[in-house]
């Protein structure tokens, strides 16, 4: 991992050093650790600049520092950036030390919630490691069969890739696969990844993977997906959509199904196969992402027709045409990616929803999806009102859910939350 320069701040630099508790017995020796100070106290793992009073000199980008608030109280502990928009993402809260154990014991405990539910009976494709969710900010890890994937989001959490890979890899049993049960496999394999944005925030780089070509078959409610973690979108497959793809099959019986922003086809194959739809139509703008989405019908035995479209463009030729279609899944990319986006991220929301409303058939079911953590469930619900109402459509809402249970939730970080799912009849 290559560390960018970055700007500095004058304003965190030390002017005098906040009164900080007293040592006590048994502290570890060398993590005493640089200090930030905040203006006033919080719960949420996110600290921005704004909320910095002062920052120790001797603090550097991507350290763990000790956050303490007025009179020398300390907050917690946490990965320290001055150049990123999140200065510190909060690790712990009170004294626990951020050391070899902690990252261990996130991890074990990570691990042992999906345990808990007793997913990897039904798949070997889900997340391990869901970010503030786990209380870990910064880090997610998928695990695809016997490949582990990290994506990043933090430079402190690029900078310590050595050691969260130990940590995973003395905590999980030996890897499986559901779609190789006879093979053993002697190790795991991991790769880390970060999009080029955050990287350019963060002010990191990571080293090109060894394997740029890697692909392996997962397992999901009984379908074969293939998965390219190194090439694809994210980390290659959208394990926060199992639960909503075995759902929406259930809807889908001898029903015509449009299957919007598609990706690598998990709607699609789902409603085909498992939801015996008449007919399913994928679209999605990324072709290779198509590419894919075909060799995962071809891995179901399902018939599906895979369309290379910009689905805006797709739903106003389908509107012209005056088709219509039973079940619709909208499933949009990120629009919202900062704060700055929100307005443009919200017109985009109502003039696809818009759209796609206008091209169910009556009394048809839309599901429809926001991956925009920004974006909270009472505000989509809203857009999806005035879409219908713009659509000219009577839209009765009968469910709205999000991803599964490897995807936890901390109430303090309810952008931890993100995946909203609505379900609608559209009369």
Same mark, same amino acid.
Not at 139 to 157: K, N
Not at 214 to 232: H, M, Q, Y
């Given at each position: 991992?290559?560390?960018?320069?970055?700007?500095?701040?004058?304003?965190?630099?030390?002017?005098?050093?906040?009164?900080?508790?007293?040592?006590?017995?048994?502290?570890?020796?060398?993590?005493?650790?640089?200090?930030?100070?905040?203006?006033?106290?919080?719960?949420?793992?996110?600290?921005?600049?704004?909320?910095?009073?002062?920052?120790?000199?001797?603090? !550097?980008?991507?350290?763990?520092?000790?956050?303490?608030?007025?009179?020398?109280?300390?907050?917690?502990?946490?990965?320290?950036?001055?150049?990123?928009?999140?200065?510190?993402?909060?690790?712990?809260?009170?004294?626990?030390?951020?050391?070899?154990?902690?990252?261990?014991?996130?991890?074990?405990?990570?691990?042992? =919630?999906?345990?808990?539910?007793?997913?990897?009976? %039904?798949?070997?494709?889900?997340?391990?490691?869901?970010?503030?969710?786990?209380?870990?900010?910064?880090?997610?890890?998928?695990?695809?069969?016997?490949?582990?994937?990290?994506?990043?989001?933090?430079?402190?959490?690029?900078?310590?890739?050595?050691?969260?890979?130990?940590?995973?890899?003395?905590?999980?049993?030996?890897?499986?696969?559901?779609?190789?049960?006879?093979?053993?496999?002697?190790?795991?394999?991991? =790769?880390?990844?970060?999009?080029?944005?955050?990287?350019?925030?963060?002010?990191?780089?990571?080293?090109?993977?060894?394997?740029?070509? =890697?692909?392996?078959?997962?397992?999901?409610?009984?379908?074969?997906?293939?998965?390219?973690?190194?090439?694809?979108?994210?980390?290659?497959?959208?394990?926060?959509?199992?639960?909503?793809?075995? !759902?929406?099959?259930?809807?889908?019986?001898?029903?015509?199904?449009?299957?919007?922003?598609?990706?690598?086809?998990?709607?699609?194959?789902?409603?085909?196969?498992?939801?015996?739809?008449?007919?399913?139509?994928?679209?999605?703008?990324?072709?290779?992402?198509?590419?894919?989405?075909?060799?995962?019908?071809?891995?179901?035995?399902?018939?599906?027709?895979?369309?290379?479209?910009?689905?805006?463009?797709?739903?106003?030729?389908?509107?012209?045409?005056?088709?219509?279609?039973?079940?619709?899944?909208?499933?949009?990319?990120?629009?919202?990616?900062?704060?700055?986006?929100?307005?443009?991220?919200?017109?985009?929301?109502?003039?696809?929803?818009?759209?796609?409303?206008?091209?169910?058939?009556?009394?048809?079911?839309?599901?429809?999806?926001?991956?925009?953590?920004?974006?909270? !469930?009472?505000?989509?619900?809203?857009?999806?009102?005035?879409?219908?109402?713009?659509?000219?459509?009577?839209?009765?809402?009968?469910?709205? %859910?999000?991803?599964?249970?490897?995807?936890?939730?901390?109430?303090?970080?309810?952008?931890?939350?993100?995946?909203?799912?609505?379900?609608?009849?559209?009369?």
């Amino acid at each position: 991992m290559n560390q960018r320069g970055g700007r500095s701040s004058t304003s965190n630099q030390r002017r005098r050093a906040p009164r900080a508790p007293k040592t006590r017995a048994g502290t570890p020796a060398g993590l005493e650790g640089p200090w930030v100070s905040l203006r006033s106290a919080t719960n949420h793992p996110f600290i921005y600049q704004r909320m910095i009073r002062e920052a120790d000199r001797a603090a !550097r980008p991507g350290d763990v520092v000790n956050v303490y608030i007025k009179d020398g109280e300390l907050l917690g502990r946490g990965l320290y950036n001055p150049q990123s928009q999140i200065a510190i993402r909060m690790l712990t809260h009170g004294e626990a030390w951020v050391d070899e154990a902690f990252w261990r014991d996130a991890i074990a405990r990570a691990v042992a =919630l999906r345990d808990l539910t007793r997913i990897s009976e %039904t798949t070997d494709a889900y997340r391990l490691v869901h970010a503030e969710g786990d209380g870990l900010s910064g880090l997610i890890v998928e695990r695809y069969a016997d490949v582990l994937v990290m994506e990043l989001f933090s430079l402190g959490m690029a900078m310590r890739v050595r050691t969260i890979t130990d940590a995973l890899t003395n905590v999980l049993s030996p890897p499986t696969s559901l779609d190789r049960p006879q093979e053993t496999f002697d190790h795991w394999r991991v =790769l880390s990844r970060a999009d080029a944005r955050v990287c350019e925030m963060e002010g990191f780089e990571l080293p090109e993977t060894p394997e740029p070509d =890697l692909s392996v078959v997962i397992r999901e409610n009984g379908l074969r997906f293939r998965v390219k973690p190194a090439s694809g979108h994210k980390t290659g497959f959208f394990c926060d959509q199992r639960d909503n793809r075995r !759902r929406l099959a259930a809807l889908c019986g001898g029903k015509s199904v449009l299957d919007l922003c598609c990706y690598t086809g998990g709607f699609s194959v789902a409603a085909r196969v498992l939801g015996e739809a008449s007919e399913v139509i994928g679209v999605d703008l990324d072709e290779d992402a198509v590419a894919v989405a075909r060799e995962n019908a071809n891995l179901n035995q399902a018939r599906i027709k895979f369309t290379h479209a910009d689905s805006f463009k797709y739903l106003r030729q389908m509107a012209e045409g005056e088709r219509r279609f039973d079940v619709i899944a909208l499933d949009p990319p990120k629009f919202c990616l900062s704060r700055n986006d929100y307005e443009d991220a919200m017109k985009k929301y109502l003039d696809l929803n818009r759209l796609a409303m206008s091209v169910v058939a009556p009394d048809g079911v839309l599901l429809t999806c926001s991956c925009s953590g920004l974006v909270s !469930r009472d505000a989509f619900l809203q857009v999806v009102h005035r879409a219908g109402r713009q659509a000219g459509r009577i839209v009765q809402v009968f469910d709205t %859910t999000g991803p599964g249970a490897d995807h936890p939730v901390r109430l303090n970080c309810p952008e931890s939350g993100y995946l909203k799912a609505v379900w609608a009849r559209v009369g």
